[in-house]
């Protein structure tokens, strides 16, 4: 079986379990929302900033491997011209039953992020990227096609894994370094038969050329960053970060 393909009934049955990241917000969320006030998430505890979207009335958005109804919901509210794209069946199904329930439209893709995008070159003003990368091997290609599909001057927001979750153990006093980086299941595999008995998937670190750097390649610029906390366990404890939120627009660096 392909790696997504377990990594997509790993998510499935994640949300059966009740897991945090496959729950839709509240009905008071969504209306809350309607009424201006809102908030989503890229990371585990830090709402991205209202400043990193500006005025979403008519724009269209993509939500990348963002199923849920997490996110998409509060987007509709604002106005936005929604598209969802998820290779999970359950946060698909959550985002069709929110829509149809509240009245709005939203465009359901089942798709792996992994392969090309099946949109036409410069379809979105906003792609809205929550930490899923970690379940990709390589993400050079998945910013190359965001940058396809944006139009110019449009936005990139991406959550992003530092790899510090892959290293330590976070049940040892006093976390222990257990794993090297980077932590690539498909090279050994002891760390594919752990993945695969704990029912974690198979996940993957990603180097700060990849995710960062990669998306200066693939021809887009920051604009903002920002760090954020598992918020929970050790590491949060210790106040030492686990993810990045980055803002990254389509265009060209100018120079005199």
């Keep these: ?106 465009n359901i893709i089942k798709a792996d992020m992994t392969k090309p995008l099946p949109f036409p070159d ?34 990139l927001l991406s959550g992003l894994d530092n790899g510090m979750n892959f290293i330590i153990d976070e049940d040892s006093d006093n976390l222990a370094i257990v794993n090297k980086l980077p932590f690539d299941p498909l090279a050994d595999e002891e760390l594919y038969r752990k993945g695969i008995e704990s029912g974690s998937g198979v996940q993957f670190s990603h180097t700060l050329d990849e995710q960062l750097a990669g998306q200066l390649e693939a021809g887009l610029i920051f604009t903002d960053l920002y760090e954020d906390l598992n918020g929970f366990g050790k590491l949060d404890e210790l106040n030492i970060p686990s993810f990045w939120a980055s803002r990254a627009v389509k265009g060209k660096i100018v120079t005199e």
């Design 122 to 155: 410069e379809s979105f003003d906003i792609i809205f990227h929550p930490v899923s990368n970690c379940y990709v091997r390589e993400v050079k290609p998945i910013w190359k096609e965001c940058c396809r599909i944006l139009k110019k001057g449009g936005v």
């Design 1 to 106: 079986m392909d790696y997504q393909d377990i990594n997509a009934q790993t998510i499935n049955k994640w949300i059966d379990e009740g897991w945090e990241w496959g729950k839709p917000i509240s009905r008071e969320t969504y209306f809350k929302a309607l009424e201006g006030e809102w908030e989503v998430f890229l990371t585990p505890t830090k709402p991205v900033p209202h400043k990193w979207f500006g005025n979403l009335k008519g724009k269209k958005l993509l939500g990348l491997a963002s199923g849920g109804a997490q996110q998409m919901p509060i987007f509709a509210a604002l106005g936005a011209d929604c598209t969802v794209l998820d290779y999970s069946d359950k946060q698909l199904e959550s985002e069709r039953a929110f829509a149809e329930r509240e009245g709005y439209k939203i």
